[in-house]
T-cell receptor, first 111, second 113 residues
Framework: GQQVMQIPQYQHVQEGEDFTTYCNSS?????IQWYKQRPGGHPVFLIQ?????EVKKQKRLTFQFGEAKKNSSLHITATQTTDVGTYFC???????????FGTGTKLQVIP | NAGVTQTPKFQVLKTGQSMTLQCAQD?????MYWYRQDPGMGLRLIYY???????DKGEVPNGYNVSRLNKREFSLRLESAAPSQTSVYFC????????????FGSGTQLSVL
């Protein structure tokens, strides 16, 4: 089965509300990446976290890597309609070339 | 630069038919990947090629074969398509070193009837 789970699977928020998705791995990851897929599109890289406890920000997006390097989160402050899409975490498992993805969180923003 | 190009964009097959999905990248990347995307399952790795001349199984390789034809091209073949292989297929590539981002193609929507 899938070794990297994301919750929630779906989230509907009112525009302006905050949103958080969580990524949980059964094993330690050397690094974690986040991707965004717009409806009908392909995944696009957002950011990479490498260090234990690392926090990175991109405007309204805050990414965090857990202390044990087994979980991560993406928080969006004051969502906008442009945030609509599916957010995936990804990490190497069984070697740095074998990149596997989480199950994804689909975000819908209601104007 | 075109980046990662996948063909075809759409395909409908009957059960038992075979077909090959094509992927080419023009970024001189060493590593290439095939994923399938199904609702609620995220992106699942089918096969990958860490470098020209090598291929390895991913999470869901059964029913698929791959060929790394050269550094640019990585094809995915369904020998005898099944309805369970109805999915959106994405090809991706990266330079080939640790901790690099993936670049994705626009995907192939495949339906097997």
């Amino acid at each position: 089965g899938q070794q990297v789970m994301q919750i929630p699977q779906y989230q509907h928020v009112q525009e302006g509300e905050d949103f958080t998705t969580y990524c949980n791995s059964s094993t330690t990851l050397s690094n974690i990446q986040w991707y965004k897929q717009r409806p009908g599109g392909h995944p696009v890289f957002l950011i990479q976290l490498v260090k234990s406890g690392e926090v990175k920000k991109q405007k309204r997006l805050t990414f965090q890597f857990g202390e044990a390097k087994k979980n991560s989160s993406l928080h969006i402050t004051a969502t906008q309609t442009t945030d609509v899409g599916t957010y995936f975490c990804a990490g190497p498992r069984g070697g740095y070339q074998k990149v596997t993805f989480g199950t994804g969180t689909k975000l819908q923003v209601i104007p | 630069n075109a980046g990662v190009t996948q063909t075809p964009k759409f395909q409908v097959l009957k059960t038992g038919q075979s077909m090959t999905l094509q992927c080419a990248q023009d970024m001189n990347h060493n590593s290439m990947y095939w994923y399938r995307q199904d609702p609620g399952m995220g992106l699942r790795l089918i096969y990958y090629s860490a470098s020209e001349g090598t291929t390895d199984k991913g999470e869901v390789p059964n029913g698929y074969n791959v060929s790394r034809l050269n550094k640019r091209e990585f094809s995915l073949r369904l020998e005898s398509a099944a309805p369970s292989q109805t999915s959106v297929y994405f090809c991706a590539s990266k330079p080939g070193y640790e901790r690099e981002k993936l670049f994705f193609g626009s995907g192939t929507q495949l339906s097997v009837l």
